[in-house]
């Protein structure tokens, strides 16, 4: 067994008010790890409510004015398959594209690596005709690297994305009323309101990143929206289990308010936050090194995209909104007003 420390030994009674001051006078790392209460995320919270509220409304109005950049899969359309061998570039394959239809393909990207290399050629719904004429024009301009042979096409119904994202709308409110209850037994229902709020940010922000930046909405992405919600509901719990370990007992003493032991909480917990999302963060990096440049862009590319941007938001949203939601919701409750009129006039007494 350890042997007790300074801390340890020290009987209630014997706390004075300067063992309740947030530790200011030591680097930033050894603050950040130490966790005792030296960043002011609570008492910040205003200018963090702007700063949030700022990113909804850019991003609410991005996706009303510019909307997604839907991928053939939501859209329709056809695509058209061919090797990529030789020296044949995509700007090569977009040129015989023009030539033949006279209009610039949607997407030409090149998938894949070694002799599994393709070019996949993305358009809208192309009538028989044309087809067989893009066909034999792109079998013909590159030959001998390419034969006609070895071009394919395909249409794309829009059918089945928009029925991954009925599917995802139906999870996505089965998973924030089984979350919503969760956490309302779990802790209470101040904080349940809380993290649903910090989630619906994620989700918003996120897909308002996508609008802004006009990266290509596919089912991946949608589905990868999913796997989101999950890692957002969990560093909240870390965040909140730990304010109400610090906050069980707060009515009973004068030491210290309600948002000054939350902003504690957060950070004691602030190093886990960022050791979780760096731990996340590196293999969705190494799936997009191996799904960019190793197999090209596809699936895995927008599956790991999504999941990059909404770790990064989910880690924002945890710290900076959650818990400071939670602190101005509990302040309208009578006990906790009266609990910090108390702490705020004892310090007066002793100040004076």
Same mark, same amino acid.
């Given at each position: 067994?350890?042997?007790?420390?300074?801390?340890?030994?020290?009987?209630?009674? /014997?706390?004075?008010?300067?063992?309740?001051?947030?530790?200011?006078?030591?680097?930033?790392?050894?603050?950040?790890?130490?966790?005792?209460?030296?960043?002011?995320?609570?008492?910040?919270?205003?200018?963090?409510?702007?700063?949030?509220?700022?990113?909804?409304?850019?991003?609410?109005?991005?996706?009303?004015?510019?909307?997604?950049?839907?991928?053939?899969?939501?859209?329709?359309?056809?695509?058209?398959?061919?090797?990529?061998?030789?020296?044949?570039?995509?700007?090569?394959?977009?040129?015989?594209?023009?030539?033949?239809?006279h209009r610039a393909p949607e997407t030409v990207q090149a998938a894949g690596a070694g002799d599994a290399a393709t070019f996949q050629i993305?358009?809208?719904?192309?009538?028989?005709?044309?087809?067989?004429?893009?066909?034999?024009?792109?079998?013909?301009?590159?030959?001998?690297?390419?034969?006609?042979?070895?071009?394919?096409?395909?249409?794309?119904?829009?059918?089945?994305?928009?029925?991954?994202?009925?599917?995802?709308?139906?999870?996505?409110?089965?998973?924030?009323?089984?979350?919503?209850?969760?956490?309302?037994?779990?802790?209470?229902?101040?904080?349940?309101?809380?993290?649903?709020?910090?989630?619906?940010?994620?989700?918003?922000?996120?897909?308002?990143?996508?609008?802004?930046?006009?990266?290509?909405?596919?089912?991946?992405?949608?589905?990868g929206l999913l796997t989101i919600l999950g890692f957002s509901v969990y560093d909240t719990v870390v965040v909140f289990d730990k304010v /109400?370990?610090?906050?069980?007992?707060?009515?009973?003493?004068?030491?210290?308010?309600?948002?000054?032991?939350?902003?504690?909480?957060v950070n004691q917990t602030l190093m886990r936050s960022i050791n979780t999302t760096v731990i996340s963060v590196l293999p969705i990096i190494?799936?997009?090194?191996?799904?960019?440049?190793?197999?090209?862009?596809?699936?895995?590319?927008?599956?790991?995209?999504?999941?990059?941007?909404?770790?990064?938001?989910?880690?924002?949203?945890?710290?900076?909104?959650?818990?400071?939601?939670?602190?101005?919701?509990?302040?309208?409750?009578?006990?906790?007003?009266?609990?910090?009129?108390?702490?705020?006039?004892?310090?007066?007494?002793?100040?004076?």
């Amino acid at each position: 067994m350890s042997e007790p420390t300074i801390d340890d030994k020290k009987a209630t009674t /014997e706390w004075s008010d300067a063992d309740y001051v947030a530790d200011n006078n030591h680097s930033f790392l050894s603050r950040l790890y130490s966790g005792t209460g030296a960043f002011d995320v609570i008492g910040k919270r205003r200018m963090w409510y702007v700063i949030s509220g700022v990113m909804m409304v850019i991003c609410i109005l991005s996706i009303a004015i510019r909307g997604f950049t839907f991928g053939i899969d939501f859209e329709g359309g056809t695509q058209i398959s061919m090797p990529a061998r030789g020296s044949i570039t995509t700007s090569d394959v977009s040129r015989v594209f023009e030539d033949t239809l006279h209009r610039a393909p949607e997407t030409v990207q090149a998938a894949g690596a070694g002799d599994a290399a393709t070019f996949q050629i993305r358009t809208e719904t192309l009538s028989r005709e044309e087809t067989g004429n893009l066909l034999h024009a792109l079998g013909t301009a590159f030959q001998p690297e390419v034969m006609p042979g070895d071009v394919s096409s395909s249409d794309v119904s829009s059918t089945w994305g928009q029925e991954i994202t009925r599917k995802m709308l139906i999870a996505l409110v089965v998973f924030l009323i089984v979350a919503f209850i969760y956490i309302a037994i779990r802790f209470d229902k101040e904080m349940s309101v809380a993290a649903m709020a910090s989630l619906v940010f994620d989700l918003v922000v996120t897909a308002g990143i996508y609008s802004l930046v006009g990266w290509e909405m596919t089912p991946a992405t949608v589905i990868g929206l999913l796997t989101i919600l999950g890692f957002s509901v969990y560093d909240t719990v870390v965040v909140f289990d730990k304010v /109400e370990e610090n906050t069980r007992s707060v009515l009973v003493t004068t030491r210290r308010t309600y948002a000054e032991q939350t902003n504690l909480a957060v950070n004691q917990t602030l190093m886990r936050s960022i050791n979780t999302t760096v731990i996340s963060v590196l293999p969705i990096i190494a799936l997009m090194v191996v799904a960019v440049w190793m197999l090209g862009v596809g699936t895995l590319k927008d599956l790991a995209l999504i999941q990059l941007v909404g770790v990064v938001v989910g880690t924002y949203s945890s710290v900076f909104l959650a818990s400071p939601w939670l602190v101005s919701m509990k302040e309208r409750n009578k006990d906790i007003k009266r609990h910090n009129a108390k702490v705020m006039a004892r310090r007066e007494r002793a100040s004076a």
